[in-house]
Nanobody, 119 residues
Framework: QVQLVESGGGLVQPGGSLRLSCAVS????????MGWYRQAPGKQRELVAS???????KYKDSVKDRFTISRDNAKNTVYLQMNSLKPEDTAVYYC?????????????WGQGTQVTVSS
């Protein structure tokens, strides 16, 4: 059974930083694509960043140059370093493991972690 557990969310002031972690168990982590999504109140869930098994990375335009996704295959963990946070980054952040090395469709979800950016 594949399980994803996010951590690292919290309350931070505008301009601050947070690092989210997502620990995966029950799968061969290194062969699957991983992604971070977020969902703000009243809005659809959106893809923020993704990393393939081969290390190809993509970002949502609004987080480029502020967020960094990375993975540690030895620890079965994917990270999202978030810098220069803005109030509009406030959302529940979810990680997802894909069902292939390159795609996230149809994969498994974590339970989410709340990120609140406010003064």
């Amino acid at each position: 059974q594949v399980q994803l557990v996010e951590s690292g969310g919290g309350l931070v002031q505008p301009g601050g930083s947070l690092r989210l972690s997502c620990a995966v168990s029950g799968s061969i982590f290194s062969i699957y694509a991983m992604g971070w999504y977020r969902q703000a109140p009243g809005k659809q869930r959106e893809l923020v960043a993704s990393i393939t098994s081969g290390g190809i990375i993509k970002y949502k335009d609004s987080v480029k140059d502020r967020f960094t996704i990375s993975r540690d295959n030895a620890k079965n963990t994917v990270y999202l370093q978030m810098n220069s946070l803005k109030p509009e980054d406030t959302a529940v952040y979810y990680c997802r493991q894909g069902k292939s090395g390159s795609g996230l469709v149809g994969g498994y979800w974590g339970q989410g972690t709340q990120v609140t950016v406010s003064s």
